[in-house]
């Protein structure tokens, strides 16, 4: 697994270095930063469910009552270059259970590194049509344990993803968006020597299902461009994977699915340097092996010119 | 936009690169086929276990190998030995010349899979597996560790007792093996002197088949095909002409009735008690000890996991009474408190260490439980040794039924002292492992996990220390885990190895060595 992780980040090293040469803020929006500029943010998120898909059956179960997960985000976004741009976050998360007798765990998460390039630009119409990639790399830091589900705080597998953002932002403020992303996960050490995937399984390491990630949003800008408000979408399919089985506790290997409907706002105090806030709310509608979540978040962000 | 085709062609190359670094994450024990350490000859006079009286099993002998029948049977293996399909080829290597490990394996994955315990209905109510309605829900059987320590004793013994039953036909018969006969056969595995017929793979298919099927009757089909597939195998391979293969399947027979009647009667089936019979026995404790375990699920569980499994028929321990552990530390005394305290530390700070060991022992809902851990030791060891299928059997047939006499033991213990867990003494404590539905005193990974190191010290002594280690590491891991006091574990480990040494001195003596 050695091998593994210093693979990943020859890999990181690789592909950083042969990008520059080329022609920010959350990895799958349209914005970009100018070179030089800096955003530093601190999101704290909370998410609650008392309901699960076991498969594609939604039940409760009072030996975990509701589940909150409590997240703490510092993430910096920077423009490399006009039509590059880097963030990378590494969150930390906590979980508890109203219900039961087990502990919750908390740590720090995954930390995530990613590449924006702003590809096209061109105008069309009373508007801007837009494409961008986004290329990211997350590994799991610290000593958290994927196969304490429902309870763990992450998948503990290394991921590389490649999203599509395209984007027609009109001049009077309104933009649609839709970014698709195929996420690349790699494998996950758990402590125990054997376990059941369809089958026995000798060995610590499970697979991590790949996924397929959208989001979609329409979005509104507006009070001189201080405010951003959006109405979003998210999906996470995982293309391959298991179910959780009949009253058993998920593991890393599920075949996990959900989407989610949502409202952002993000406000900048003084035009788009200094202060700004963020805010929002996703619902989940529907799901399978993942909980019903319904999950809230707020953020500060600082943003300035460095150089 | 070549440069971009050239960044993307380096993507792709860097992720088939880190695809080619992920682990295997293999389904069974893949290992090359060898020749056997011993072949054991006088093997067909070793003391069976559940074969009270073996020469009852009558196996008439085989014809001649200058008959027409055996020239057309060799002629038939001869043929299909030319002739292999790559799939037929797979199922070969895959069934190996020791496929008692292959059986144990498929064992183990059924204790697995079925190894889920049922969940409440919509009115809070629970509904019980039960072997009339196998279909459920909830699906027959719920294979909680006490079912799969019996499962797999049987299974091993019955393989075991067949074998013995199979080595005493071989070497009083004497028919070599088709590729003995006909050097244009090639063996699919090592060459040995073993007499072909019966095929002591046959007697090993039939009666795991059949043992199998009782204990999980909603994979008859599963079951029926790895049988066949393993039976054409044998041809396949130049091992066995059919006729050895319907001996051995006869003797198989013959000893699956033995098992099949012992079974019917051995107590299991009242094992898991009606409420009423198990709020007596948890007020019997009550009145004795001033304690009784409940159940901490919601909605609680009226009744918790076999109570009576403690009475259900031992192989080796005349009673049970014999291995009971003595009185646990009265709630509330120094030795109780301490250990609580240690409980307590463990919680508010636990190593890296110490969490790796209560996760690689948990052996929890979904695994194979803690006999299939051992069973996985004793698997290994058997191939590492090069063990023929005889001694493999005899290994998993001693360490087996000394594992489930050690899960009798402990259940007695546990349900005549009905000690209650951690959670329930400890106002506020919150474990990382998942409390099970039965009282805490003694440990059951603790017990089964001594009876068992106890038993393959014995047949593997160069590595006893390392299998004590173990049973003891799985004995704390319950400590970490945070649904054990110490002298839970302490008491078990030493209960079972108690019970290990009845197997032992059984082994001893039956001619064997």
Redesign the interface.
């Given at each position: 697994?050695k091998?593994?992780y210093s693979?990943?980040v020859l890999?990181a090293i690789?592909?950083l270095y042969?990008?520059p040469?080329?022609q920010a803020q959350m990895p799958f929006d349209e914005i970009m930063m100018p070179k030089g500029e800096f955003c530093v943010a601190g999101i704290y998120e909370v998410s609650k469910w008392n309901q699960y898909w076991e498969g594609d059956y939604l039940r409760g179960?009072?030996?975990i009552g509701t589940l909150t997960r409590q997240m703490l985000m510092p993430m910096v976004a920077m423009g490399l270059t006009k039509k590059i741009n880097l963030i990378a976050s590494l969150p930390y998360i906590s979980t508890d259970a109203s219900?039961?007798?087990?502990?919750g765990q908390s740590g720090i998460q995954d930390l995530s590194v990613s590449l924006k390039v702003d590809w096209l630009q061109h105008r069309v119409g009373t508007g801007r049509i837009l494409f961008l990639t986004n290329?990211h790399i997350s590994t799991p830091v610290g000593?958290y344990?994927s196969?304490?589900m429902p309870f763990s705080i992450g998948a503990g597998a290394?991921e590389?993803g490649?999203r599509g953002i395209a984007g027609y932002k009109l001049d009077n403020g309104l933009v649609f968006r839709m970014a698709a992303a195929y996420l690349?996960r790699?494998?996950t050490e758990?402590?125990?020597?054997?376990?059941?995937q369809n089958?026995?399984?000798?060995?610590s390491?499970?697979?991590v299902p790949n996924a397929l990630n959208i989001h979609g949003a329409i979005g509104y800008w507006t009070l001189d461009k201080r405010l951003r408000l959006e109405a979003t979408y998210m999906s996470l399919n995982c293309l391959s994977g298991d179910d959780i089985?009949?009253?058993?506790?998920p593991q890393p290997t599920n075949k996990m699915e959900v989407s989610q409907v949502g409202i952002w706002t993000q406000y900048y105090i003084k035009a788009d340097r200094g202060f700004g806030a963020i805010a929002y709310f996703n619902q989940t509608i529907s799901g399978r092996n993942m909980g019903k979540a319904a999950s809230l978040g707020l953020g500060l962000t600082y943003q300035f010119k460095a150089y | 936009m070549k440069k971009n085709i050239y960044n993307l062609l380096i993507l792709i190359a860097g992720i088939a690169i880190l695809q080619a670094c992920l682990e295997e994450t293999p389904r069974y024990y893949d290992f090359e086929s060898y020749e056997f350490s011993s072949l054991d000859e006088n093997g067909g006079n070793w003391k069976t276990i559940l074969v009270s009286n073996p020469s009852e099993i009558l196996l008439t002998a085989p014809d001649p190998i200058n008959s027409a029948a055996y020239q057309a049977e060799l002629g038939e293996v001869k043929n299909m030995n030319a002739s292999l399909s790559s799939s037929e080829r797979r199922a070969v290597e895959y069934w190996t010349s020791n496929p008692v490990v292959r059986w144990n394996e498929i064992a183990l994955e059924m204790a697995a899979k079925y190894n889920l315990i049922p969940g409440p209905n919509a009115d809070g109510t629970y509904t019980l597996p039960n072997p009339a309605n196998p279909v459920g829900p909830p699906a027959f059987p719920f294979a909680h560790p006490p079912y799969t320590s019996r499962m797999l004793a049987y299974l091993s013994v019955a393989q075991y007792d067949g074998l013995v039953l199979a080595w005493h036909y071989k070497f009083q018969y004497n028919r070599l093996a088709p590729y003995r006969q006909d050097p244009s056969i090639r063996p699919a595995y090592p060459e040995n002197g073993l007499p072909s017929y019966p095929s002591h793979g046959a007697v090993v298919a039939k009666v795991s088949k059949e043992i199998l099927t009782l204990m999980f009757p909603l994979e008859a089909n599963v079951l029926e095909k790895h049988y066949q597939e393993h039976l054409k195998s044998m041809l396949n391979a130049g091992i066995n002409v059919s006729s050895d293969l319907d001996a051995g399947i006869h003797i198989g027979e013959e000893v699956v009735k033995l098992a099949k009647a012992r079974a019917a009667s051995d107590g299991m089936s009242k094992a898991q008690t009606p409420k009423p019979i198990s709020d007596s026995i948890a007020n019997a404790a009550f009145e004795r000890f001033g304690w009784k375990w409940q159940n901490t699920e919601t909605p609680q569980r009226p009744v918790g996991l076999t109570p009576l499994f403690g009475r259900v028929k031992m192989w080796h321990v005349p009673t049970v009474e014999e291995v009971r552990s003595p009185p646990p530390p009265a709630i509330g005394s120094p030795q109780f408190e301490a250990d609580v305290k240690e409980l307590e530390g463990f919680a508010r700070h636990m190593t890296l260490d110490q969490r790796r060991i209560a996760n690689w022992w948990e052996d929890g809902l979904g695994s194979y439980t803690p006999p299939g851990h051992w069973n996985k030791f004793a698997k290994l060891s058997i191939v590492k040794n090069k063990l023929n299928p005889l001694r493999s059997a005899r290994v998993f047939a001693y360490m087996n039924t000394a594992i489930m006499d050690a899960g009798v033991a402990c259940w007695d213990t546990k349900y005549y002292y009905h000690y209650p867990r951690p959670v329930e003494t400890i106002k506020g404590f919150r474990t990382i492992l998942g409390t099970p539905n039965f009282p805490a005193y003694t440990s059951g990974h603790s017990t089964f996990s001594a009876a068992g190191a106890e038993v393959l010290s014995f047949f593997f002594p160069e590595n006893a220390q390392q299998f004590r280690l173990w049973a003891e590491e799985a004995a704390v891991s319950r400590i970490y885990g945070g649904i054990h006091y110490r002298f839970d574990a302490t008491e078990g480990t030493k209960q079972g190895k108690l019970v290990g040494t009845y197997a032992v001195n059984k082994a001893k003596e039956d001619g064997a060595l």
């Open positions: 697994m091998k593994f693979s990943v890999l690789l592909y042969h990008i040469s080329l179960n009072a030996n219900g039961g007798t087990q502990v290329t000593t344990l196969d304490y290394p590389i490649m690349w790699g494998q758990i402590e125990r020597a054997y376990y059941y089958g026995s399984v000798y060995s390491f499970m697979n089985r009949s009253y058993n506790r | -």
